[in-house]
């Protein structure tokens, strides 16, 4: 479970498990994500969001060496006080960690928005999400800080996406540091 | 010579072409297939459609079109009309796709159609009201794809704003006496389409190789896909990278001034079109 602020994802693997004979692939590991909203049955924008984590998870788990299995990851949303993407993609990181499956690399969720005076702020709330000019999330990855996902909502000049991507590397630093501070936490009592 | 079979092993096959700069098709890294693009009541021949437009990207074909009905506004924006895209993928256009209920791709397309709507803000909402609180436009827009050879989000955005261009509103006033609205056919206006927004979509290769337009073999074998959205002024509407292979933020920079670049050829398309086939 991810809370940033009050924004509260609970993320769930299961897996590598038995996959349905229609669902599995030969040479490699099926993932699949749930996205449940904290109110109301899935939509087409979670379906939306449940390919752009799946597709992001596809690409730095090491799905080869589990081939023919499932790997599901179910996230639910707790509650909602903006940069929620971010908040699933850091959810689903840790699950993936937690789980111990094979990874690449790690991926963190950051999400900026651009203020309409053109300042950029990071892991917006809710209120400053609407009153943005546009809302950039990048997943960016461990290995030389690669962009893994992008995301805008809202529409911004080349330069000022530059210029968010470059302060969402800088932030994924403190993200990355946070991930090894709770792993530690767990394993050092146990 | 080692005997590379297209079936047994494709990216064999495909790694061949990309290491001499070029695609099975015969076209380079940075070239688009031909696009074609019908519109209107006699080329596209939706005649019950309020706006029609038919987008040939080589083989991909998709047809678009908007239907415009009169709906009351929501309680909390009543100055605001809607528009409800839809993107169907049937079961004619490709082998994977089974009748029922829409997969995750044709919701995926849909809500990417959503978001370059609202983004660009190439329709404003406002500009749909009739009457505030009391009558609006509603714009259904369905996309359907025909044949589906790749790049399905490029060939989408295009037939939209095509179709959108195309659409004719009648002219409805509200009468002050029995508080109903008269829809007067006879005079008709078009939308205004504030911004013209134009998708790009790249394939990344092996985390490194870019290539435009990706036919649906080479989607398969690729890692990873980015589709961006620029509208006339070089803003950026949309950078969407569903996952897939890492990428540095100068590979991104060299995609988004590859789709201002195409974003010119397919304004300059359009607008030859329109003039083709307004009556003089």
């Excluded at chain 2, 678009?64 to 993928?89: R, T």
């Excluded at chain 2, 394939?203 to 649906?216: E, G, M, S, Y």
């Excluded at chain 2, 304004?267 to 329109?274: A, E, G, H, R």
């Amino acid at each position: 479970s991810v809370s940033p602020g009050d924004t509260s994802v609970l993320a769930g693997l299961y897996g590598p498990a038995e996959a349905k004979v229609s669902k599995e692939l030969p040479d490699r590991a099926a993932l699949e994500v749930l996205l449940r909203p904290k109110v109301g049955l899935p939509g087409v924008m979670e379906r939306s969001r449940e390919q752009l984590l799946r597709q992001t998870c596809e690409a730095v788990v090491l799905g080869v060496l589990h081939p023919r299995t499932a790997i599901s990851l179910v996230l639910q949303v707790l509650s909602d006080a903006g940069s929620l993407l971010s908040c699933c993609l850091n959810a689903a990181c840790m699950a993936l960690l937690d789980a111990g499956l094979p990874l690449a690399a790690l991926f963190c969720g950051v999400t900026c928005a651009l203020q309409p005076d053109g300042t950029i702020l990071l892991d917006p709330t809710a209120r400053q999400e609407q009153e943005a000019r546009a809302i950039l999330t990048f997943a960016i990855a461990s290995s030389e800080r690669k962009v893994l996902m992008a995301n805008t909502k809202g529409s911004c000049s080349v330069e000022e996406m530059q210029q968010c991507l470059a302060a969402a590397q800088r932030a994924a630093d403190t993200i990355f540091g946070f991930y090894r501070d709770s792993v530690r936490r767990r394993y050092s009592k146990s | 010579l080692s005997i590379c079979s297209r079936t047994v092993e494709p990216l064999e096959y495909y790694r061949r072409f990309l290491k001499e700069n070029c695609r099975p098709d015969g076209r380079e890294l940075g070239e688009f297939r031909t696009t074609t693009v019908n519109i209107g009541k006699c080329l596209c021949s939706i005649t019950t459609a309020d706006g029609s437009a038919l987008v040939k990207l080589g083989n991909t074909t998709v047809i678009c079109g908007v239907k415009a009905e009169l709906a009351a506004p929501a309680a909390d924006s009543a100055n605001k009309g809607y528009i409800v895209p839809n993107v169907e993928l049937p079961s004619l256009c490709a082998e994977r796709f089974r009748s029922g209920p829409p997969g995750e791709e044709a919701q995926a397309a849909s809500q990417f159609i959503a978001d370059v709507i609202e983004n660009s803000q190439m329709i404003v909402k406002e500009d749909l009201c009739i009457a505030s609180g009391k009558l609006a436009w509603v714009l259904y827009c369905d996309i359907i794809c025909l044949d589906y050879d790749g790049n399905l989000l490029d060939a989408s955005v295009f037939a939209l704003l095509a179709a959108l261009k195309n659409v004719q509103l009648p002219s409805v006033t509200i009468n002050e006496e029995t508080g109903l609205s008269e829809v007067n056919l006879k005079q008709k206006n078009p939308l205004n389409i504030r911004k013209h927004p134009v998708a790009t979509s790249f394939a990344v290769f092996d985390d490194t190789l870019l290539i435009v337009d990706p036919t649906a073999e080479e989607e398969d074998l690729a890692t990873g896909t980015v589709t961006i959205v620029t509208d006339e002024e070089g803003r950026l509407c949309s950078v969407h990278k569903p996952g897939g292979s890492p990428l540095t933020g100068a590979k991104l920079q060299d995609c988004i001034t590859r789709a201002i670049t195409r974003h010119k050829e397919v304004k300059k398309l359009i607008d030859k079109v329109i003039k083709s086939i307004t009556p003089k």
